[in-house]
């Protein structure tokens, strides 16, 4: 049996692959955001919340020996916050990583978007030496070195893996016309004056990855923007329209309605292709993004009639569901897929 589980952290993603007759032959680990839990003492102005890391959890939990491929969508602290702590988790319990795959090639370019772990209004080496993103790249490389992670992917565009039973995984955004956009959208960039990155700039490099299992496909987005969902969909099911019966895909960017991630038109287009069509958000209580929004909400199960699963109940999915949530909305969520169906268990 196969599994995909899609945790509920406060905002962003973490996502754990389970493969094998068992579950559990073969795992994967795609972004490690922290579900913070905040506490009840309003004077405590310091320390306010407290994280979990749902990635150590499922490790110990399952006496996890090796990750057969950690991949971390892009360095945004949603997604990339609680990896440093797995590495530590890994070197201290013997598990090995026989892949480990991030886009954080580019560490110029990185410096000067002056990422949110860089905490520099100059963009200043020294300030960007001592960044938590510099400590987790030297942190890679260290465990690199003393082959505690195998193989070491930069970019991730050519990643990909097929495991027993036919299931197979690849890296399917940033692609060559991705990388070329961010490289000219990042020249002479302005935001060396600001506190922080341009984030949609960043999120043109997010790692989507496409999981297939005989006929069933699952495309999992992160940050990706709505045009490359575009892009990734077409390649993927209309060339292949016979073999996908089941079609699993997590809407980017956390639901997010902004033009840059959501399109009525492509999602419609999907709705078209396959008679059984489940999306997952992994949407957190932001005050400041709001995600999802009550129109992206809709879409998904009014306009496009799919199966809606959130990780949970806040913003549009609450409007939408008023003061009812069920089981079937509120995450986290397994899904086992057995390459004959799909479904939630």
């Known amino acids: ?109 990185y410096r000067h978007l002056n990422n949110k772990h860089v ?89 989507a990855l496409v999981i297939r299992f005989k006929d069933t496909l699952i495309i999992l987005t992160a940050d990706t923007h709505i045009d490359i969902i575009d892009r990734i969909w077409k390649e993927e099911i209309l060339t292949n329209i016979l073999e996908t019966t089941n079609l699993l895909i997590q809407i980017p960017h956390h639901g997010s309605g902004d033009e840059n991630y959501f399109s009525d038109d492509v999602w419609n287009a999907i709705s078209k292709v396959s008679n059984k069509v489940m999306v997952v958000v992994s949407n957190g209580l932001h005050e400041g993004y709001g995600h999802p929004p009550i129109e992206v909400v809709n879409c998904m199960i009014d306009t496009c009639s799919f199966d809606f699963y959130a990780t949970n109940y806040g913003f549009g999915v609450k409007e939408k569901f008023a003061a009812v949530p069920t089981a079937k909305i509120i995450g986290p969520h397994r899904f086992l897929f057995d390459g004959i169906s799909i479904s939630k268990v």
């Open 1 to 109: 049996m196969n599994y995909i589980t899609f945790n509920d952290v406060s905002q962003g993603d973490c996502i754990f692959i389970e493969l094998g007759s068992d579950g559990g032959e073969n795992i994967g680990l795609v972004d490690f955001g922290l579900k913070y839990i905040y506490s009840n003492d309003p004077e405590s102005v310091i320390e306010y919340y407290t994280c979990h890391n749902h990635a150590v959890d499922f490790l110990r939990r399952n006496s996890i020996k090796q990750i057969d491929f950690i991949t971390v969508s892009h360095p945004h602290w949603d997604h990339c916050v609680g990896l440093m702590e797995v590495l530590n988790y890994c070197d201290e319990h013997g598990v090995s990583i026989k892949s480990l795959v991030c886009p954080f090639l580019l560490l110029d370019e």
């Open 119 to 207: 905490k520099s209004v100059e963009g200043s080496d020294e300030k960007y030496l001592s960044s938590k993103l510099y400590k987790l790249l030297l942190r890679i490389n260290d465990l690199r070195r003393r082959n505690v992670i195998e193989n070491l992917n930069w970019l991730g565009t050519d990643f990909s893996a097929i495991f027993d039973g036919g299931v197979s995984i690849r890296a399917v955004a940033p692609k060559s016309e991705e990388l070329s956009a961010f490289a000219n959208k990042t020249k002479n960039h302005p935001s060396l004056q600001r506190k922080y990155d341009d984030g949609d700039l960043i999120n043109i490099l997010s790692i």
